[in-house]
């Protein structure tokens, strides 16, 4: 347990964004999801649309050190081939 000041503080402000960034992580996993469900239904039109609602919360994912650049890079990359290969 922190016993300064200081390490209270940090221990609170580790907590709050723990919080936060598993919020934002979640809310890009449902994205991906959403696309990858409308992949599997065959909706091409669906697909595009999810995978366009996708793409920037895996960017800000990223930015915000979420998840690494090259992830957010193969996850998009791995979906669009799917999205095209649907044609």
Do not use: C
């Not at 449902?30 to 909706?43: C, E, F, H, Q, S």
């Amino acid at each position: 347990m922190a016993n300064s000041p200081q390490a209270l503080k940090r221990a609170r402000q580790s907590e709050q964004r723990r919080q936060h960034n598993a919020s934002r992580r979640s809310a890009m996993r449902t994205y991906v999801k959403n696309t990858l469900k409308a992949i599997a239904a065959g909706d091409k039109e669906a697909a595009m649309a999810a995978y366009k609602l996708a793409v920037p919360f895996i960017d800000r994912a990223a930015g915000k050190g979420l998840i690494h650049a090259n992830k957010a890079a193969r996850h998009k990359s791995r979906i669009n081939a799917r999205i095209k290969a649907m044609a």
